[in-house]
């Protein structure tokens, strides 16, 4: 149920202004308000259409709302159930009114009220049950079994990659492929500022030392010239990170790996289904990792892989996954390694999700045709990068909000949460954390800064209800709208 402050942020007297309206709804961010008499009898309803029609018609800002107000419009009594007063919304009817025996007002329905988008949530409905239960009927449920095998050999298949390695988690998959590449303690690692945290600190965990910095401007992805500013004789490796299903800048990240002699790590773990240059992500580095975390365009729970390009590498890493033990003498340990499996109900659900991977990338392209739209409508964003050399694989849709907007980013967020729409801002440029701060690095941040402080994630969920996708819509639409009027 709304609270009565929440009520009170859609509701004024019939005596108020259009000003006084026009506030309101900026405040409530609904667009609309419920006009009520001094008695709180419900007497009509104004939404941000009629005031702008209002403008237009050149009606003073002062006048009294209950002039130009709505007094036919749908309400219900409070009583009501439940299933007919949602039957009734829809499109043109978002709100509606719900009041006592004596007409007065004290609850309202809305799609909002009873619904909240999330960021993204996972698509359990093919075969993840029935393999999940074949584990258990046989007994196969920890890193023996089948299914991890699969799992494997399948997703390489599907990247079109070599040497597949299974582990618990997208952040182990960047520690396990550092450390079977040698980092190790005295070296540096070239990361980018704008990541998710787990990037810079699988490079730590190697005792190497990261050198942040900052990202390509078009791309979001890590500079080429500032890789090239920042290399010093002990760098060993680049870690470009394809953020938010973007490619980098491949081949020329490669030519200077080439140049100085240098590995290169991609980190995929956002990127399941960008391409660069019609290759599937992944397949270019000396080693390429993925996530498979609840979150991510396909699942196992927690889980991720990673792919190496040197079957003698590969091979370290697999002992190196299971504690470090030799494969030919049980209970001997060639290194200290590390437990790092994937078990083998997480690759069961894993195989599951990658019988309907192309189904999941295509209805994440969908989305971003819709986003693209209606935030292009607005003229408040930049839309996210697509190369032409590149395939977006669009996991988070993430948009820039224009500096020159008539609100924050944080505000824009603060106002979607009100209509039931989940956002995030994009992540915080890892310089600016207090871990971090004191790496070395010869780059200014100019980019990351600026991607971080406007970036928003929008719902990316690839099971989005049309529902869902017209309320975001409107919302959008709404929320720029009033500000605009407001401005």
């Known amino acids: 149920m709304q609270t009565a402050s929440d009520i009170k942020d859609l509701v004024l007297v019939n005596k108020a202004s259009l000003k006084d309206a026009l506030a309101l709804i900026d405040k409530n961010a609904q667009g609309i308000c419920f006009i009520v008499d001094d008695k709180n009898k419900l007497v009509g309803l104004l939404t941000d259409g009629d005031i702008r029609r209002c403008i237009l018609n050149n009606t003073v800002l002062d006048t009294v709302i209950e002039k130009v107000m709505q007094t036919k419009f749908t309400f219900f009594p409070v009583s009501t159930p439940q299933d007919v007063v949602q039957g009734s919304l829809s499109q043109s009817i978002r709100h509606i009114p719900l009041v006592d025996e004596n007409n007065v007002l004290v609850d309202y329905a809305s799609f909002s009220r009873t619904h909240r988008t999330p960021i993204m949530q996972p698509l359990l409905n093919g075969n993840e049950l029935a393999y999940l239960t074949d584990c258990i009927k046989t007994g196969w449920i920890s890193s023996q079994g089948a299914y991890v095998k699969r799992f494997e050999k399948e997703f390489a298949e599907y990247c079109e990659a070599e040497y597949p390695v299974a582990v618990s988690n997208g952040t182990v998959a960047l520690h396990l492929a550092l450390a079977a590449l040698d980092i190790k303690a005295g070296d540096e690692v070239i990361v ?67 140049k100085h002699n240098l590995l290169v790590i ?68 060639d290194y200290v390694g590390f437990n790092y499996r994937m078990t ?27 986003y693209n739209k209606v935030l292009a409508e607005t003229g408040n964003f930049i839309l996210p990068p697509q190369e032409s050399w590149a395939v977006n694989g669009y996991w988070l849709y993430t948009a820039i909000l224009k500096e020159n907007a008539n609100l924050s980013r944080d505000m824009l967020m603060e106002k979607m949460l009100k ?69």
């Not at 109900?345 to 819709?370: H, N, P, S, W, Y």
Request: charged letters at 20%.
């Open 266 to 333: 991609e980190d995929a773990a956002e990127a399941i289904g960008g391409k660069y240059k019609s290759k599937h992500v992944g397949g270019f580095g000396d080693a390429a990792t993925f996530s498979f975390f609840g979150n991510k365009t396909i699942t196992t729970g927690e889980g991720g892989m990673v792919f190496f390009k040197d079957k003698k590498v590969y091979e370290k890493a697999i002992i190196l996954r299971d504690h470090g033990m030799s494969k030919e003498k049980k209970y001997w340990h």
């Open 419 to 487: 209509n039931g729409v989940e956002t995030r801002p994009a992540f915080y440029p890892l310089h600016q954390m207090p871990p971090y701060k004191n790496y070395p690095t010869k780059s200014t941040f100019e980019n990351s800064n600026y991607v971080s402080k406007q970036g928003i994630n929008f719902p990316s969920s690839v099971n989005i209800t049309q529902a869902e996708l017209d309320n975001i819509s409107h919302a959008l639409h709404s929320i720029f709208q009033t500000q605009n009027i407001s401005a």
């Open 192 to 258: 980018p500022d704008l990541t998710f945290a787990a990037s810079i600190n699988a490079i730590i965990y190697t005792g190497a030392t990261p050198v942040i910095v900052d990202i390509d401007k078009t791309t979001w992805t890590i500079s080429v010239a500032d890789i090239e500013k920042n290399i010093t004789p002990r760098t060993k490796a680049i870690m470009p990170v394809h953020l938010y299903g973007h490619p980098s800048h491949i081949d020329e990240i490669l030519a200077v790996a080439k």
């Open 344 to 370: 083998n109900m997480q690759a069961a659900i894993g195989c599951a999700q990658l019988e309907r991977i192309d189904e999941f990338v295509e209805e994440k392209r969908k989305l971003a045709a819709f």
